[in-house]
């Protein structure tokens, strides 16, 4: 305790009464700033555990096609583009 006396007396002889009120001000401001930038990454950090952890959705049932039915696809609107052709791996 009389460790920190000593400091704000040194303080207070080398900066003035009129700076340190302004000193400690400013340094209220950083340290406000500090915790509220270390809280914010603090909740990122939580936020993306949480996204992590969570389980994947199920898996959508398969969408039917065309070939499975036994009908012919749909056709296309006229101004539609070609459609590209199958071709098989080889």
């Given at each position: 305790?009389?460790?920190?006396l000593?400091?704000?007396?040194?303080?207070?002889?080398?900066?003035?009464?009129?700076?340190?009120?302004?000193?400690?001000?400013?340094?209220?401001?950083?340290l406000?700033?500090f915790?509220?930038?270390?809280s914010?990454?603090?909740?990122?950090?939580?936020?993306?555990?949480?996204?992590?952890?969570?389980?994947a959705?199920?898996?959508?049932?398969?969408?039917?096609?065309?070939?499975?039915?036994?009908?012919?696809?749909?056709a296309?609107?006229?101004?539609?583009?070609?459609?590209?052709?199958e071709?098989?791996?080889?």
């Amino acid at each position: 305790m009389t460790e920190l006396l000593v400091i704000m007396a040194i303080a207070l002889v080398v900066l003035g009464p009129k700076k340190l009120p302004e000193l400690a001000r400013s340094l209220g401001r950083g340290l406000a700033e500090f915790r509220r930038a270390s809280s914010d990454l603090h909740r990122e950090f939580l936020d993306v555990d949480k996204d992590v952890a969570a389980p994947a959705p199920a898996p959508a049932a398969p969408a039917v096609t065309a070939a499975a039915t036994g009908s012919p696809p749909p056709a296309a609107p006229a101004n539609a583009p070609p459609r590209p052709t199958e071709t098989t791996g080889g």
